[in-house]
């Protein structure tokens, strides 16, 4: 069964650090796009950044995160520094559908997403 | 950035009954729309991509429609666990960009 099960959430002062891990199981991180998408309470869904053969941010966290995988693990990593509390949300890891290939990663839906970890930004 | 609009925001309906989303983008997206279905507590689920197509598993009560700017999800005889919120999202550009929901309630 393909699963992703995200890590690493939890209280945070502002202005520190945490960093998320969303684990693979059942497929190859390497052979496809990611992201994190998060959700504020009560709130719909926002895309926070995605790794391809670039990374890509929204200008909400751009500066402040920083998108990575370990291909060895199987695990794609969210860097968050500077953490406000406008942060304070779910953090969900999301697959795209479909492979890249050699050249690109096609932009595309996605279509496996973990439960979630929440980050909370708060003295 | 594209923005993307759904309406209606909340949506009354009964077990059976046929219900209509409406998402439309600030500029044009092609077919590039995804529909996803969440319920508390839970990360989205992938009902529609590429504005038509049904993703594998998902029920054939759902169908999309739409392409350009104007985009529909239907929902054909509505049953207990349909009752969800529903976003839309294109993909046709960084950063994508979803919906604000549209939270489909028991009548």
């Known amino acids: 069964e393909v699963q992703l099960l995200e890590s690493g959430g939890g209280l945070v002062q502002p202005g520190g650090s945490l960093r998320l891990s969303c684990a693979a199981s059942?497929?190859?991180?390497?052979?496809?796009?990611m992201s994190w998408v998060r959700q504020a309470p009560g709130k719909g869904l926002e895309w926070v950044s995605t790794?391809?053969?670039?990374?890509f941010y929204s200008d909400s966290v751009k500066g402040r995160f920083t998108i990575s995988r370990d291909n060895s693990k199987n695990t794609l990593f969210l860097q968050m520094n500077s953490l406000r509390a406008e942060d304070t949300a779910v953090y969900y890891c999301?697959?795209?559908?479909?492979?890249?290939?050699?050249?690109?990663?096609?932009?595309?839906?996605?279509?496996?997403w973990g439960q979630g970890t929440m980050v909370t930004v708060s003295s | 950035d594209i923005q993307m609009t759904q309406s209606p925001s909340t949506l009354s309906a009964s077990v059976g009954d046929r219900v209509t989303i409406a998402c439309r983008a600030s500029?044009?997206?092609?077919?590039?729309l995804a529909w996803y279905q969440q319920k508390p507590g839970k990360g989205p689920k992938l009902l529609i991509y590429?504005?038509?197509s049904l993703e594998s598993g998902v029920t054939s009560r759902f169908s999309g429609s739409g392409s350009g700017t104007e985009f529909t999800l239907t929902i054909s005889s509505l049953q207990p666990d349909d009752f969800a919120t529903y976003y839309c999202?294109?993909?046709?550009?960084?950063?994508?960009?979803f919906g604000q929901g549209t939270k489909l309630e028991i009548k």
């Open positions: 999301a697959k795209y559908k479909g492979f890249c290939t050699s050249a690109s990663c096609p932009h595309n839906a996605f279509d496996i």
């Open positions: 500029q044009s997206i092609s077919s590039w």
């Open positions: 790794v391809a053969f670039k990374t």
């Open positions: 059942g497929l190859t991180l390497s052979n496809y796009a």
């Open positions: 999202q294109h993909y046709n550009s960084y950063p994508y960009t």
């Open positions: 590429k504005a038509s």
